[in-house]
């Protein structure tokens, strides 16, 4: 008997891939967690019915989310990562040497607890002494940080169920106070493709634009996420994600990274115009 999991994207659209078996299930006090082995993506991670992470393309992901802002400012030292519970975003952080240290704040430790036994390609790096993690709710840790970090990763599940709050009004002005005054927020900023998901990110972006005086969106292709076409925001009081930087810099590290390289990194700034015009009915507004 063939064994298929479905993520539901819309009423009418699922994606659908065959499995092996089931390594784990379990309902958290905060989400229902399944972690899958599978024929073409290895090893799935699912939250609530949705795909966080597949250990084939996981790469992509991670390395936009973090190799992004760590270009922009190569002197970032002290991370708050919010959510980013599998570890794949710790562990591109990691790579580089000037990370003094990475504060994991994650809702629920049967997400850290489930990725560290089954998905060690991402979680492998949670024991790292940099990382100290925080079981707790992001948007309650950030309201007692100010002026405390370099770079903060929202490296959230969607605006649904237990990361609603982390697209909230107060949550990004939150963010705005615990960065220094050079600091920089990076977050998932959902698809723009489907009209449900569109809305969510532009409700996101139209809060971040209000909270920063520096905002911009760039995308990525990840295959397995809703349309295949994702988005990040990219915040900053001070920083600019394409002008003054020292691309060779960053070359010069010698990173080993499967998708990231500078001329994505510019490129992935160029949206498509229907893109730019979510954003901007938003910003204008």
């Known amino acids: 008997m ?12 699922k994606f659908s891939m065959k499995v092996d078996k089931q390594l784990y299930g379990e309902t958290s006090e905060f989400q229902r967690i399944d972690i899958f082995d599978s024929v073409e ?5 699912v939250l609530d019915g949705r795909i966080m992470l597949t250990e084939k393309d996981e790469f992509i992901y991670h390395e936009m989310i973090t190799h992004v802002p760590m270009c922009v400012n190569p002197e970032i030292k002290k991370v708050l990562l919010v959510g980013g519970g599998d570890g794949g975003t710790a562990r ?3 790579k580089y040497d000037t990370i003094e240290k990475i504060d994991l704040v994650e809702i629920d430790e049967k997400v850290v607890a489930a990725c560290k036994k089954f998905i060690p390609q991402t979680a492998g790096c949670l024991d790292n002494p940099k990382v100290k993690i925080f079981i707790e709710d992001g948007l ?15 490296d959230s599940t969607d605006p649904f169920g237990p990361g609603e709050g982390l697209f909230t009004k107060e949550f990004y002005g939150n963010c705005h106070n615990a960065l220094h005054a050079d600091g920089i927020m990076v977050n998932q900023h959902e698809n723009p493709y489907y009209a449900k998901d569109a809305v969510a990110m532009q409700r996101a972006h139209k809060r971040i634009v209000t909270s920063f005086p520096i905002s911009r969106v760039y995308q990525v292709h990840i ?4 349309s295949g076409h994702w988005l990040f925001g990219f915040a900053s009081k001070k920083f600019y994600p394409t002008a003054d930087i020292d691309f060779k810099r960053w070359q010069n590290l010698n990173l080993q990274t499967k998708y990231y390289n500078t001329k994505v990194h510019r490129g992935a700034f160029y949206l498509p115009t229907y893109v730019e015009k979510l954003l901007l009915e938003v910003e204008k507004n």
Do not use: A
């Open 140 to 154: 309650k840790f950030i309201r007692h940080c100010s002026d405390e970090y370099d770079l903060i990763i929202v």
């Open 92 to 94: 591109e952080l990691l």
């Open 223 to 226: 295959p397995t996420y809703p």
């Open 41 to 45: 993506f290895g090893r799935i991670l």
């Open 2 to 13: 063939e064994l298929w999991f479905s993520e539901q994207h819309t009423p009418n659209v």
